[in-house]
């Protein structure tokens, strides 16, 4: 898995699966919530994410008021999160 930031957007590319893939997220995120309001998250071919990421990603969401908007490139993950209700949320769209 790979991430990389540009202004208030967070790409990431490859399977998101181990704790050291949320720590990489983690800490890549929560530079761009220091400066942005609004983030733009770009998962471009993860099958799934982790319980970890999702927490996270909720709780600056509904805790911190950051405008989340996540991009999804797998299908899989798409319905992931739209059995979790989470597209709302995450104001998810497919790529």
């Known amino acids: 898995m790979q991430v990389s930031t540009s202004s208030n957007t967070l790409r990431i590319t490859g399977n998101i699966k181990s704790v050291n893939d949320y720590q990489e997220i983690k800490t890549a995120t929560d530079h761009l919530v220091q400066e942005h309001k609004e983030i733009t998250v770009i998962i471009e071919d993860s ?45 998810v769209k497919k790529i």
């Open 47 to 91: 099958l799934s994410i982790t319980s970890s990421i999702i927490g996270y990603f909720n709780k600056i969401v509904l805790k911190d008021s950051i405008d989340l908007h996540m991009r999804v490139g797998n299908s899989q993950l798409m319905e992931l999160l739209e059995d979790l209700n989470l597209t709302a949320v995450f104001k």
